[in-house]
């Protein structure tokens, strides 16, 4: 059975601020372009990873304004003014903005690709921003911090980039009023965000995507955009190859055939909206080097558990290989294609989580009570 290598994607989306992400990516697409079949590294990353990148997404708003400057914002909207990064769905709350024929686009892409990894470059800063960027108690807000299942490999790959940029790790920020750690921030952290890609592509895409803010001037001179290339270039190469941390596999009935829409999942790291195999029967589970139970379901059947020892196989081009036979399944009774709803997931979790304390206290309440009175 083929299998597809895993997917990363680079998009500069948002608005007009994104030009200096923008030129990056086209830089990025001739070095791979010209590398191939000379660089040793390049030409093994291409041949093992899927690599898809739009430069623009938002074309209306990188036309708004033609006059270099750092900080004027005409351009951030796109024709109909909507921010396109406010205005995907959101698990949090809902979003009330109209859906716009580019997030639209980019929704649509999400779905039909089995994107594992994804950067989105945006200006007006340098730091690497990681999900989530909105939140709620169940996610730990109430603490400052929105903290995902996976929160261990955000941090690994917002500092995958941060280290091999020429300065992001510094933390230094972009004045003396805001300074970033190791130059890496929790999204909700630094400041609450509504409708944004990141945590859309999280949820509902199975994609780890991560925001680079890559300059302080959103729309420098032209005669600056290839320092920011080479400040770049090696954090672009190095994070993209951490699309093959992890584990990866497919999942078959008894003759050999791919089962799609199984869930496959992590002990310890269950998602709100959970990860399924692809139409292929493929699953991608981006996970630090350790060991873990990797826990493979089919509705309606018994689930599968394995033990699997991760190590660091970014070098190699390939995570681990684990599959999941399923010899009771047979080719005529298959999971139907489904979908989580675009909808505020977890404020439905923080909903359920309140329905059942009261529950809880009862039962302490009755425990003392007959302590008390026995």
């Not at 992890?246 to 992590?266: L, R, S, W």
């Amino acid at each position: 059975m083929p299998r597809t290598p895993p997917s990363h994607t680079c998009t500069a989306s948002g608005d007009r601020w994104k030009t200096v992400g923008r030129e990056i990516l086209l830089h990025l697409i001739d070095f791979l372009v010209n590398s191939y079949g000379r660089d040793p590294v390049i030409t093994r990353l291409l041949n093992n990873t899927r690599i898809h990148i739009m430069p623009t997404m938002n074309p209306d708003g990188f036309e708004a304004t033609k006059v270099p400057d750092c900080y004027y914002t005409r351009g951030r909207y796109n024709r109909n003014g909507e921010d396109l990064n406010r205005n995907f769905p959101d698990a949090f709350e809902n979003n009330s903005a109209s859906i716009q024929p580019e997030t639209r686009a980019v929704m649509d892409w999400i779905k039909n690709e089995t994107f594992v990894l994804s950067a989105n470059l945006h200006g007006g800063a340098l730091v690497a921003s990681y999900t989530f960027d909105n939140g709620n108690p169940v996610t730990g807000s109430l603490k400052g911090y929105s903290r995902s299942p996976d929160d261990d490999v955000f941090i690994h790959l917002a500092k995958t980039y941060s280290s091999n940029h020429a300065s992001m790790y510094k933390g230094t920020g972009c004045d003396n009023r805001q300074t970033f750690p190791d130059g890496i921030t929790n999204g909700y952290s630094w400041y609450q965000l509504e409708g944004g890609m990141q945590d859309y592509n999280y949820v509902w895409g199975q994609c780890f995507e991560i925001t680079l803010e890559l300059s302080c001037c959103k729309y420098p001179p032209a005669d600056q955009l290839e320092k920011f290339w080479r400040d770049n270039k090696v954090a672009l190469i190095e994070y993209i190859k951490q699309v093959h941390l992890g584990v990866k596999g497919q999942v078959t009935d008894k003759n050999g055939n791919p089962i799609p829409n199984a869930i496959v999942e992590a002990k310890g790291r269950p998602h709100v909206c959970p990860y399924r195999t692809n139409e292929q029967g493929e699953y991608f589970l981006l996970l630090l080097p350790g060991t873990y139970v990797i826990n493979a379901t089919v509705p309606g059947f018994k689930s599968m558990l394995k033990t699997v020892e991760i190590p660091d196989n970014t070098g190699n081009f390939s995570a681990l290989k684990q599959d999941f036979s399923f010899p009771e399944v047979s080719d005529q009774i298959r999971s139907r294609l489904t979908s989580c709803p675009k909808t505020p997931l977890y404020q439905e979790l923080t909903r359920a989580s309140a329905a059942v304390k009261p529950t809880i206290h009862i039962l302490v309440l009755m425990t003392v009570m007959l302590v008390i009175f026995k």
